[in-house]
């Protein structure tokens, strides 16, 4: 999972391509194309469910690419959860009801990608369509998830404490066999209090767990 699924877990930090605040529109304006699904397919991912997949972006108007997933995080697939904001309205509605080993083309206008403003740091233009290949790999049970809350609160008494969210990162990171310096573990742990923790308290009530964020790309 790594460092990026360990604050996605529960700080909902990570976006695939976080866009800023934009119109919405309809979602029959996103263009879906198919290009493979396997058999079985399921499950069948839905809102709030935690996906993994790669994808690479392109321009519409020159074809030319401005994204791909395959470069980053050394070409680990991106975490993200499916229909909260972590992505670009368009990549919510175009990755809508795919199961593991399914690809896609999606078609996506601007009103639900960066719309008028464009995103410089990603080179996209104002008023750009945008085109994404997708190939999903895991649909998993999403992090806000009223399993997920309880699971990480050991004591039941509906908050979760800095200890108990320390505890579930390494049971976390145990799981992923991944070797990482200790640090990164505080690093996580704060950045996750300080995204959630609204009040001040501590604690990361029910509600709190409840409120997603996301950062940009």
């Given at each position: 999972m790594g460092r990026a699924l360990g604050l996605l877990l529960l700080a909902a930090a990570l976006g695939l391509l976080a866009a800023p605040a934009r119109a919405e529109a309809a979602a029959e304006e996103v263009s879906i194309e198919v290009l493979h699904v396997p058999e079985p397919c399921s499950p069948r991912s839905k809102k709030g469910d935690l996906l993994n997949a790669h994808y690479d972006g392109y321009l519409a108007s020159d074809g030319s690419k401005f994204y791909c997933s395959r470069t980053q995080n050394e070409g680990h697939p991106k975490w993200f959860v499916l229909g909260v904001g972590q992505v670009i309205k368009g990549l919510d509605i175009a990755m809508m009801n795919m199961c593991p080993g399914e690809k896609r083309k999606v078609t996506i206008p601007p009103s639900l990608a960066y719309g008028q403003q464009g995103y410089a740091q990603s080179k996209i233009p104002p008023n750009a369509t945008l085109i994404f290949e997708i190939e999903l790999y895991a649909v998993n049970k999403g992090p806000r998830s009223v399993e997920a809350f309880n699971q990480i609160d050991k004591?039941?008494?509906?908050?979760?404490?800095?200890?108990?969210?320390?505890?579930?990162l390494k049971e976390e990171f145990a799981r992923d066999g991944k070797k990482r310096h200790p640090s990164v573990h505080d690093e996580i742990l704060a950045d996750i209090f300080k995204k959630n923790d609204h009040d001040g308290d501590g604690f990361i009530s029910a509600k709190e767990y409840n409120v997603y964020q996301h950062d940009e790309l």
């Open positions: 004591d039941s008494d509906k908050k979760l404490s800095q200890l108990e969210i320390s505890q579930y």
